[in-house]
């Protein structure tokens, strides 16, 4: 009896010993499915809860907008109305705003990307002394506050160019150069450099390297930076606040007087002029989302 007791713990332990896997029941998997399921529930009630705010802040705005008043009701009374995005449209050239908009944002990104992609390339690409200075340099306009730099750059622009669309367009391409570069530095450096030295070694000269070789690569790179900063230069205020004049303002600068300048405005009004700012800036968003994972074809090139 004795031999036997001693006998059946030996082997219990004999298949863990020789296979190296230890032995489950069904009940040590209990409290991981319990974590799972638990991590799972809280994920989903923290976004529940930050959509039912997003939704919820978007709606108020949106609603107040088509209403006549809104006090003590749930709803605001003479809901659908459009008096006042009339409003606004009879108070502001709608059509030079968005011009005045979507050229400043363009603009701002062509010169970015122009001026921003060889710098990008030299970042990514060569290996010199200072260069994490150099890029700590690049990123300044980005870790510091606007209006830090803003102001002494204002004054230099309206002194010699005035308060016109140059000076919009210059002043933006500051803290948006910065943001193309650190966008474009990953996109280069997934390119795999023997394909640059293959073409070389072809025969082909810089330039024909850098069209059919470099460029098709990051088209996707220089896509992805292009929107985002389309988007980013429409949200951008504080320097278009400082330099634009009546001709040459914004919708987000639109925006800020109406809510905060001389004058009583309907609340109503206000909220129009902002669905329309969200709107555009919400259409240019879903454009970018578009764009803003297409590193499948850089990284298949890279491991071909």
Known sequence: GYDRMATEPVQDVIPTVITGIPLHTPHSDQPRRAARLW??????????????????LIGTVLLDSLGQQWFSTWLPQGLFTTQWYTYELADHDL???????????IATTFISLLVGFPAAYVLAR?????????LALYLVPMMVPPLAYGIPLATVLLTYLGGGLPSVILINVVPTLPFVILILMPFIEQVDVSLEAASRMLGAKP???????????????LLTAGVLTIVRAIAMFELTFLV??????????????DAFGAGARPEQAINAMAVIYMLTTMVLL???????????????????
């Open 207 to 221: 330039w024909q390297t850098f069209w059919r070789i470099i460029l098709p690569l990051v088209v996707p790179g």
């Open 244 to 257: 634009a004049d009546a001709t040459a303002t914004t919708l987000v600068v639109t925006l800020y007087g």
């Open 39 to 56: 991590s799972t529930l809280l994920f989903y009630v923290v976004i529940g809860f930050f959509m039912l705010n997003l939704f919820g």
């Open 126 to 134: 060569k290996q010199f002394r200072f260069k994490s200075i150099l």
């Open 95 to 105: 059509g030079a705003l968005l011009f005045n908009t979507f050229t400043m944002a």
């Open 286 to 304: 879903g454009i970018a989302l578009i764009f803003v994972k297409p590193t499948q074809f850089v990284v298949r090139l890279k491991e071909r």
